[in-house]
């Protein structure tokens, strides 16, 4: 009996002791599902505080679980979304990188992670993705900001890239142009310089080192006024291109070291830095020497032009390339009759010339102005011009064309010829009646030697008479001597025998009375110088004969007994 009761008692211990195996063990597995259960809930809570959108898919891409992230960022309550097919309710999504690195994922059990741009909800989200027997834990959040920041930062990356890049090709473009423009610096004839605001020298070009005759250390740090003959005038220039920003054709003196003076016209303007401040300027210094002394040399061609065309006598005229008179001396004021102020400015030909000119001068003037070429040009014409008056009157015209500033100029020296004109009318007068003279002389040349041919045998004759009568004179005592020249030309030649016959009679003792003589040839003896006191003339032989008689019988009656020679 009592075993019977110590083997129940025992069975009574083992159900005991089952049973409290068993209720441990459920109190266990209660414990367990609590801790389950408050893991759970701690993983919900966790899943609803992250800051990551998530979603829970099972095998079959349905939604099981999804926080509230989710909800916000998909813009969608959770009840219309879980237990659904996450692709039916966006089906916006199918056939994109989410799709195809999540199926990945489950079916290759990996994790996948991607980044992925949704247009409808215009939204970017890096997404994540880890496999379990379940299903698919997906883990997302919204980056669109981020992205919008990257897309800022890398497009203000390329843009400090491009920039880096414009300023590599800027400082590239700078090195090559203070390169290129150091060459056009260096191989300038003319002296160039730089100086700051102080007028100290910072650069200066082979140029200015030989105009000076120092090196480039010896002037960089100097001041640029003391290398000119007025130190104070050339830092006048300099405070003026600062003042002003620019300078031009400022005339100074340069002295190089060995004393040599050069004049120079200097141009210079300011130059800044990147940020518009005025930090230096630059100056070109051009050699003018040669120029001034040209200059000078036409000032002084100038002076004498004027004060030769001043003193000519002659209308000195020059006309620019529109046409118009730009010089007119005194001569050409007494000549036409304008004055300076009248003259100047005007259309030379309209204002000087004939009408009947107009046409050509219309037509040549053109070609004139184009190449300084013309009818006229270097000619001298005589042509008709006008005076103030109206009147015209000849001139002589000659034209000489001169290129002033790549223009065409003319010259005119214009000379009244009316005097000339008019002498050379009286000489063509005169020619005409010399040449008549000559014909007369030539005619009178004529008759002259037939007179000439009929006087040697007249002289022989009258020499043979004068001997004849000098015996009958002498030797029988001739009262009378008769000399009978008509239609004998009275001249020298013929008139001298005559006065010495006539002479010699006288002498003699007797009278020479010349006959046929008449009182025009008289007076032409008279006229000749031929004195006539110891000739009688008579006007014809018969009245001499009656005078001859007259004179015997009065001999007769005296008781004279000469002979009357014939």
């Not at 930062?153 to 590599?168: G, I, N, P, T, Y």
């Not at 004055?339 to 046409?359: P, T």
Request: aromatic fraction near 8%.
């Amino acid at each position: 009996m009592k075993n019977e009761d110590d083997r129940s008692q025992e069975e009574l211990l083992l159900k005991i002791e089952k049973l409290r195996t068993q209720l441990a063990e459920t109190e266990e597995r209660c414990q367990l599902h609590y801790e389950a259960l408050l893991a759970e809930e701690q993983v919900t809570t966790i899943l609803e505080i992250i800051t990551d959108a998530f979603l829970m898919f099972d095998n079959m891409w349905k939604v099981i679980h999804m926080n509230q992230k989710a909800e916000q960022l998909l813009r969608i309550n959770r009840d219309d979304l879980v237990g659904k097919v996450y692709w039916k309710v966006f089906p916006d999504t199918v056939d994109t990188i989410g799709y195809r690195e999540l199926h990945r994922a489950m079916a290759e059990k990996v994790a996948v992670s991607y980044e992925q741009f949704y247009p409808p909800l215009n939204m970017w989200s890096e997404a994540r993705g880890y496999p379990s027997k379940d299903g698919i834990y997906f883990f997302f959040m919204d980056i669109t900001e981020r992205k919008q920041m990257e897309d800022t930062l890398r497009k203000a990356h390329d843009e400090l890239e491009m920039r880096v890049q414009e300023r590599k090709l800027a400082e590239q473009e700078i090195q090559y142009l203070q390169r290129y423009n150091r060459g056009l610096i260096e191989v300038s004839l003319d002296p160039m310089v730089t100086f700051d605001q102080q007028g100290i020298i910072m650069d200066v070009n082979e140029a200015k080192i030989r105009a000076t005759g120092k090196t480039r250390e010896e002037l960089i740090g100097t001041l640029f006024a003391d290398y000119f003959t007025d130190s104070e005038k050339a830092y006048k220039g300099v405070m003026l291109v600062f003042e002003t920003g620019e300078i031009h054709d400022y005339e100074l003196v340069m002295v190089a070291k060995d004393g040599t003076e050069t004049i120079v016209a200097y141009n210079a303007s300011v130059y800044k830095d990147e940020t518009g401040q005025v930090v230096g300027a630059f100056g070109v210094a051009r050699d003018i020497t040669e120029h001034k002394r040209t200059e000078k040399s036409v000032l002084e061609s100038e002076e004498k032009f004027k004060a030769i065309s001043s003193s000519a006598n002659d209308a000195i005229i020059m006309m620019d390339n529109e046409r118009n008179i730009s010089y007119w001396n005194e001569a050409a004021e007494k000549i036409f009759g304008y004055s300076v102020q009248e003259a100047l400015g005007k259309e030379l030909h309209i204002f000087l010339a004939s009408k009947k000119y107009y046409d050509s001068y219309r037509r040549g003037i053109l070609i004139f102005k184009a190449t300084g070429c013309g009818p006229v040009i270097g000619k001298t014409l005589e042509l008709e011009a006008v005076r103030k008056d109206g009147t015209g009157f000849p001139i002589e015209l000659s034209v000489s064309a001169v290129k002033i500033e790549e223009k065409w100029h003319a010259i005119g020296i214009v000379r009244d010829i009316t005097q000339r004109k008019k002498a050379e009318e009286e000489r063509e007068t005169l020619i005409r009646e010399l040449k008549d003279a000559l014909a007369e002389r030539k005619k009178a040349q004529q008759e002259l030697e037939e007179t000439i041919e009929s006087l040697e045998v007249y002289t022989t004759r009258v020499n043979s008479l004068m001997v004849t009568m000098l015996e009958q004179a002498t030797d029988k005592k001739t009262n009378v001597v008769i000399l009978d020249i008509s239609g004998v030309a009275v001249d020298v030649e013929i008139s001298e025998p005559l006065v010495n016959i006539a002479r010699l009679s006288r002498l003699l003792g007797a009278t020479c009375i010349v006959t046929g003589i008449k009182s025009e040839a008289m007076r032409k003896l008279a006229d000749l110088g031929i004195t006539l006191a110891p000739i009688t003339t008579e006007q014809s032989l018969k009245e001499g004969l009656r005078y001859t008689i007259a004179i015997v019988e009065e001999n007769d009656d005296n008781g004279g007994g000469k002979d009357t020679l014939t």
